[in-house]
């Protein structure tokens, strides 16, 4: 679907009249740097003149936004599961092949750095024999994987948005993906109560504590969110529970309305500076007594 | 403060017994109108804002615009009504449904369904020489946005940016934010004036610029 003729306006292999072409060409299509576009494409013959130029550009760009909002309406919870469970599974098998395939290459060939980034290195290599070539393709399948959990990611970070777009906004897409897949969907997630949503992701120390084994988890999954993980250790408790609360609200708004609600992450932002304000009042409050 | 000339296709009129800024077109958003003129809400507009406010925006109507951060089209069909050829790039697609109803009865707005902080994915759409850049993005790195989208900007052209400060840094005062953004931005761009939003938009900061 992509052009590779880079720096070329967006008509340049669109036949007239052609709107999926067109669709195409614009989701699909980039340029370093812009042009002259209107009076190059009636230069070209694409357009009479550049009130016909602006004319097929409205028509084309209504059309590729009008498809790409249908299309992205049309994605659900359930794809995003499969995304991000997909990725995960990528990103461990990958670490782990290129693990072994880097192990391996350690035997053969001297210098291979650990990890993808040195399967990688390994994939460049020529084959001198059979062996080689075991160990090469190996390395290159265990690189293959981590492209496609980075293809994954990318993924995740268009269909969450459209998904939940409160919760990807305050949670950002990927944790958003995990939330919903933690809980099993976006109606689950809704339905859950904030004290749940904090501890998702958590349930072995959860249930260590139902048994009296251990204190009560603090956080879950949540605990990614530069909101609790940049908040220093005594104040973590009380990011987690505001953020979690903010969580639930956003995964309601977004199973119930679908809307963006702007307050929603204001209030958020607004909760988290007055924790934080308590570190620069030089700490002679412990996070305690909030809410 | 309030010297400076709105654009052609910009006025102040009565509408609902009230002098306020009206542009010519279809409603969007269920805003008073009078006839053709539609109410423009410089509480729901940060364009708006500066224009009330008495911004010198240098424009005078029929300009070629790129709007960034277009969401449901609120400001950027009022743009639509006064200036030229406008594109307006918003990624996400639940406002861009909306984005598309104000674009439907206006024949010179061009959506486009992309994230502002990579132009090189719609370069190939939106034309050079660009007489204005309207910033009103709600993510962090606002100033790096506006200095990678300087390529679309004519030597003369003008960036009208809001800044929002809380998508910066909640913690950090308004103002040290303000001026981070502000050094970041001379980089690209030479500042020709700053003004505080606030009595429209809180802690938000207004600033006109144009290309080094």
């Given at each position: 679907?992509?052009?590779?003729?880079?720096?070329?306006?967006?008509?340049?292999s669109v036949p007239?009249?052609?709107?999926?072409?067109?669709?195409?060409?614009?989701?699909?299509?980039?340029?370093?740097?812009?042009?002259?576009?209107?009076?190059?494409?009636?230069?070209?013959?694409?357009?009479?003149?550049?009130?016909?130029?602006?004319?097929?550009?409205?028509?084309?760009?209504?059309?590729?936004?009008?498809?790409?909002?249908?299309?992205r309406e049309r994605?659900?919870?359930?794809?995003?599961?499969?995304?991000?469970?997909?990725?995960?599974?990528?990103?461990?098998?990958?670490?782990?092949?290129?693990?072994?395939?880097?192990?391996?290459?350690?035997?053969?060939?001297?210098?291979?750095?650990?990890?993808?980034?040195?399967?990688?290195?390994?994939?460049?290599?020529?084959?001198?024999?059979?062996?080689?070539?075991?160990?090469?393709?190996?390395?290159?399948?265990?690189?293959?994987?981590?492209?496609?959990?980075?293809?994954?990611?990318?993924?995740?970070?268009?269909?969450?948005?459209?998904?939940?777009?409160?919760?990807?906004?305050?949670?950002?897409?990927?944790?958003?993906?995990?939330?919903?897949?933690?809980?099993?969907?976006?109606?689950?997630?809704?339905?859950?109560?904030?004290?749940?949503?904090?501890?998702?992701?958590?349930?072995?120390?959860?249930?260590?504590?139902?048994?009296?084994?251990?204190?009560?988890?603090?956080?879950?999954?949540?605990?990614?969110?530069?909101?609790?993980?940049?908040?220093?250790?005594?104040?973590?408790?009380?990011?987690?529970?505001?953020?979690?609360?903010?969580?639930?609200?956003?995964?309601?708004?977004?199973?119930?309305?679908?809307?963006?609600?702007?307050?929603?992450?204001?209030?958020?932002?607004?909760?988290?500076?007055?924790?934080?304000?308590?570190?620069?009042?030089?700490?002679?409050?412990?996070?305690?007594?909030?809410? | 403060?309030?010297?400076?000339?709105?654009?052609?296709?910009?006025?102040?009129?009565?509408?609902?017994?009230?002098?306020?800024?009206?542009?010519?077109?279809?409603?969007?958003?269920?805003?008073?109108?009078?006839?053709?003129?539609?109410a423009w809400d410089?509480?729901?507009?940060?364009?708006?804002?500066?224009?009330?406010?008495?911004?010198?925006?240098?424009?005078?109507?029929?300009?070629?615009?790129?709007?960034?951060?277009?969401?449901?089209?609120?400001?950027?069909?009022?743009?639509?009504?006064?200036?030229?050829?406008?594109?307006?790039?918003?990624?996400?697609?639940?406002?861009?449904?909306?984005?598309?109803?104000?674009?439907?009865?206006?024949?010179?707005?061009?959506?486009?369904?992309?994230?502002?902080?990579?132009?090189?994915?719609?370069?190939?759409?939106?034309?050079?020489?660009?007489?204005?850049?309207?910033?009103?993005?709600?993510?962090?790195?606002?100033?790096?946005?506006?200095?990678?989208?300087?390529?679309?900007?004519?030597?003369?052209?003008?960036?009208?940016?809001?800044?929002?400060?809380?998508?910066?840094?909640?913690?950090?005062?308004?103002?040290?934010?303000?001026?981070?953004?502000?050094?970041?931005?001379?980089?690209?761009?030479?500042?020709?004036?700053?003004?505080?939003?606030?009595?429209?938009?809180?802690?938000?900061?207004?600033?006109?610029?144009?290309?080094?």
């Amino acid at each position: 679907m992509t052009t590779d003729e880079s720096d070329a306006g967006w008509f340049a292999s669109v036949p007239p009249d052609d709107l999926d072409a067109a669709r195409d060409a614009i989701e699909g299509g980039s340029a370093e740097v812009p042009a002259d576009w209107p009076r190059l494409a009636v230069a070209s013959g694409f357009a009479a003149d550049a009130g016909d130029y602006y004319d097929r550009l409205r028509e084309s760009t209504l059309h590729a936004a009008r498809e790409a909002v249908a299309e992205r309406e049309r994605a659900d919870d359930r794809q995003l599961i499969h995304a991000v469970r997909a990725m995960d599974d990528c990103e461990r098998v990958a670490n782990e092949l290129a693990e072994r395939a880097v192990e391996w290459a350690g035997s053969r060939f001297d210098g291979a750095d650990s990890g993808i980034a040195g399967a990688r290195a390994i994939a460049e290599r020529e084959p001198d024999d059979d062996l080689d070539r075991r160990v090469i393709s190996l390395a290159a399948r265990a690189a293959a994987l981590a492209d496609e959990r980075d293809e994954l990611a990318a993924t995740i970070d268009r269909v969450a948005p459209a998904v939940a777009p409160n919760l990807a906004d305050m949670a950002g897409p990927e944790l958003a993906a995990r939330l919903i897949a933690l809980a099993g969907g976006l109606e689950s997630l809704a339905r859950k109560p904030s004290g749940t949503v904090q501890v998702l992701g958590a349930e072995d120390a959860l249930f260590a504590h139902l048994s009296g084994r251990a204190p009560s988890p603090k956080h879950g999954i949540i605990y990614t969110h530069e909101f609790v993980r940049g908040t220093r250790p005594e104040d973590r408790g009380s990011a987690a529970r505001a953020l979690a609360g903010k969580l639930a609200l956003a995964a309601r708004a977004d199973h119930y309305s679908g809307e963006y609600r702007e307050v929603l992450h204001e209030d958020l932002r607004e909760r988290m500076a007055t924790i934080r304000a308590r570190a620069d009042a030089n700490g002679d409050e412990t996070g305690d007594g909030d809410e | 403060m309030s010297s400076s000339a709105l654009p052609a296709g910009v006025e102040r009129r009565e509408i609902d017994g009230e002098a306020r800024l009206a542009t010519r077109g279809t409603p969007v958003y269920g805003e008073p109108t009078d006839g053709e003129w539609r109410a423009w809400d410089p509480e729901r507009s940060k364009l708006g804002g500066m224009f009330e406010l008495g911004f010198d925006v240098g424009l005078s109507g029929g300009e070629t615009v790129l709007y960034l951060g277009a969401a449901s089209g609120t400001t950027v069909s009022h743009v639509a009504d006064f200036a030229g050829a406008t594109y307006a790039v918003e990624f996400a697609p639940r406002p861009a449904r909306d984005l598309l109803e104000a674009a439907e009865p206006r024949d010179r707005l061009f959506p486009l369904l992309k994230d502002a902080r990579k132009p090189e994915t719609y370069a190939h759409v939106v034309e050079s020489d660009l007489d204005a850049l309207v910033q009103d993005v709600a993510t962090r790195g606002q100033a790096a946005v506006a200095t990678r989208n300087a390529r679309f900007l004519a030597d003369d052209g003008r960036l009208l940016l809001a800044v929002k400060a809380r998508s910066e840094d909640v913690t950090a005062e308004p103002d040290d934010v303000f001026t981070e953004v502000l050094a970041e931005l001379e980089g690209a761009y030479e500042v020709l004036e700053t003004g505080r939003l606030d009595r429209f938009h809180e802690d938000h900061l207004g600033v006109v610029a144009t290309p080094r």
